[in-house]
């Protein structure tokens, strides 16, 4: 693995702020399609038909928007971190080396791959992000019952 440049962090944010607006993408063609089938249905004879139609594109409408808050909210997280900085300790916008591999605190958007090694971008709320929060290189944390040691952060 060839490991990080200085660019890493910058390219890993703007994958991450990709992942966001795909995602917000998504959501909003879907509210769209709710929307236009819960406008399409027609009243027939069975009343209720009509009815339980709409109700159903008004609730899948309303999973939806939900979802969409969501997304914002990750984008306002994702705004919140400039990738520029560089951090002496495990923290929001870190790109952490560990004996388990490559993180990046941002939010969580999974499994990134930039020049073959992959990198987990995640949140500071998921549960290795906390365990190694405010740790330095050399030292080590418990963590799933396995030690892990902080081999570098920036």
């Known amino acids: 693995m060839a490991g990080p440049t200085q660019l890493t962090k910058p390219r890993l944010h703007a994958l991450c702020l990709a992942y966001v607006h795909d995602r917000m993408a998504a959501i909003q063609a879907a509210v769209a399609a709710a929307q236009e089938s819960a406008n399409s249905e027609t009243k027939s004879s069975a009343g209720d038909k009509y009815e339980t139609g709409r109700a159903m594109a008004q609730n899948e409408r309303d ?81 799933n019952g396995k030690s892990v040691q902080v081999l570098a952060v920036s």
């Open 63 to 143: 999973r939806n928007l939900v979802q969409l808050q969501q997304a914002r909210q990750l984008l306002a997280e994702l705004q919140r971190i400039n990738p520029d900085l560089p951090c002496d300790a495990v923290r929001p916008g870190a790109l952490v080396h560990t004996s388990l591999g490559w993180f990046y605190l941002g939010i969580s958007a999974g499994k990134l791959v930039l020049e073959g090694t992959d990198y987990f971008a995640v949140s500071a709320a998921a549960p290795v992000a906390a365990a190694l929060a405010g740790k330095r290189p050399g030292e080590a944390v418990s963590f």
